[in-house]
């Protein structure tokens, strides 16, 4: 896939305070600039010792700044003119003490300051905390970064997991390719703040004997973009997912399942407690009237086992039916008369809204043509990357669903 450039035309403050995770923000620096982004690096005396700004200016292409006094800036003042530039000022690694020093409303070196001094409407303050477990549980940390949250920043992490210490638990900054991500996110609109989706995603297997079954070639690409899409605007995702190799997005709850009748097991308690349900799944139409319980073994007669085959239920009709149902979309996964099979479908399942695509072009492809099939015509979106297209249905829901 090609590099996506969430980030084009962002500036970036990156802080780096003082912390061994230092060394993931080179990673970061250069994953943000991939993206697109200019980064101006800011280091504080105790992310010096961690890594250098030799580093840090070669990443980013820029002269660091480690000084409220250096003398280069015109009129003497970094602090201001750093922050009337950025889009965002993120910090990472942000440690407990710098963290205590932004509560407090500190000013004495040049992070600390411009954190201050940034016109706080307009530039977003990201905080990645890094720091030992017991650093993190203490009372005082988690008061700080609640008093952090409460001044308006977002709280980056931080994950759980092996700390440089030797000790395992809470602590760890997130990696840089989830901070690029999260960053990203937070530039969305949140065009679906306050609205629960529920999704969708990938195949169903519906096992003939305990080691074989009927599957189909859908990745869940689509549906785990749609997943993301709509969690960066805002939402509260349930992504209920067929067996497929894919990432849980950031923030979103998934519940794995195999078989059709599991996801409609998982999908009809949910139903009611979302707002939209966007049926993306390539379920499987039939599945075996009986389970082996033990592998079918080769008779030697060369004769090939038979075996019935019965409907599964519509998972997506079923939804539709329900008295308190959410707004629903369904797709059409067809490899001819697209338009004519997302009509049918919109009729037969009793749903507003019919997303179509081509399945032989897109399963398991990174990019996708999509159309949207509703009672008074259709639209193609162009042909895209799963992420982008994803991000226009959502915000097509939002528009449809806007004041439901
Ligand atoms: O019935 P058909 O496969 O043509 O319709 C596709 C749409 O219906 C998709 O949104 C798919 O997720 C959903 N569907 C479903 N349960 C099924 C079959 C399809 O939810 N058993």
């Known amino acids: 896939m090609a590099e996506r450039l969430d980030l084009a035309g962002k500036h970036i403050v990156l802080g780096l305070s003082g912390g061994v995770a230092c060394y993931k923000a080179a990673e970061l620096t250069r994953a943000l600039v991939k993206a697109g982004a200019t980064v101006q690096v800011v280091m504080t005396e105790a992310a010096e010792a961690f890594i250098t700004a030799v580093t840090m200016q070669a990443l980013s292409n820029r002269p660091v700044y480690t000084s409220q006094w250096d003398a280069r800036p015109g009129n003497n003042m970094a602090h201001i003119n750093l922050t009337r530039e950025a889009d965002a000022v993120l910090i990472a690694p942000a440690s407990a003490d710098f963290i205590a020093k932004l509560v407090q409303g500190r000013a004495d070196d040049l992070l600390s300051l411009l954190c201050l001094a940034r016109p706080a409407e307009r530039v977003p303050l990201l905080v990645a905390p890094a720091m030992n477990r017991e650093m993190w549980a203490h009372p005082a940390a988690q008061r700080n ?3 952090l949250r409460a001044d308006g920043a977002l709280v980056l992490g931080p994950a759980a997991g092996d700390q440089a210490c030797g000790e395992i638990g ?3 900054m997130l990696e840089a390719e989830e901070l690029r991500d999260e960053l990203i996110a937070s530039f969305q609109p949140k065009l679906l703040a306050g609205k629960k989706l529920l999704i969708t995603a990938g195949p169903t297997f519906e096992a003939i004997d305990p080691v074989r079954g009927i599957t189909n070639h859908s990745s869940g690409k689509m549906g785990f973009a749609i997943a993301r899409a709509a969690q960066e605007a805002g939402a509260e995702v349930t992504l209920i997912a067929g067996p497929v190799h894919l990432p849980t997005p950031p923030h979103v709850h998934r519940i794995d399942v195999q078989s059709a009748q599991q996801m409609l097991d ?3 308690p949910q139903a009611p407690l979302h707002d939209v349900f966007v049926a993306t799944a390539a379920v499987a ?5 009986v389970m082996n319980e033990h592998k079918i073994k080769k008779d030697g007669k060369k004769l090939a086992p038979s075996f ?3 409907e599964n ?3 997506l009709a079923a939804v539709a039916r329900l008295p308190d149902k959410p707004w629903c979309v369904g797709f059409a996964a067809e490899s001819q008369d697209l338009l004519t099979h997302a009509r049918e479908k919109l009729l037969r399942k009793n749903v507003p809204l019919i997303v179509g695509n081509l399945g032989p072009a897109t399963f398991g492809r990174d990019d996708n043509t999509l159309v949207l099939v509703d009672a008074t015509g259709h639209r193609e979106l162009p042909a895209g990357d799963k992420l982008t297209l994803a991000r226009e249905l959502v915000a097509e829901i939002a528009r449809r669903t806007a004041g439901a």
């Open 145 to 147: 970064v609640a008093q």
């Open 170 to 172: 809470d602590g760890r």
């Open 266 to 268: 998982a999908v009809l």
């Open 285 to 289: 139409d039939w599945r075996p009237a």
């Open 308 to 310: 019935e085959l019965t």
């Open 313 to 315: 239920p519509d998972i």
